[in-house]
């Protein structure tokens, strides 16, 4: 097998109407054991976030002859 190394990017754009009042939310993205967090976004509940999360993957693949 041969390991191929991938980039992901994830692009968190905002959350519309969330319930309650007075939040401060954040995103927490989970990919393998790598985890990313946006920023808190104070006192809201439609926060826009507009940020981009790059993770690296290792993919291990197999080769046939």
């Known amino acids: 097998y041969q ?9 968190v754009i ?9 939040l401060n939310p954040y995103v927490s993205i989970q990919i393998d054991d790598q985890k990313r967090y946006t920023g808190v976004q104070k006192s809201s509940n439609s926060p826009f976030f507009g940020e981009v999360k790059k993770y690296l993957v290792q993919i ?6």
Do not use: K
């Open 3 to 11: 390991i191929t190394e991938w980039q992901i990017m994830v692009h």
């Open 14 to 22: 905002q959350a519309r109407d969330l319930p309650g009042r007075d």
């Open 60 to 65: 291990f693949a197999f080769l046939s002859i």
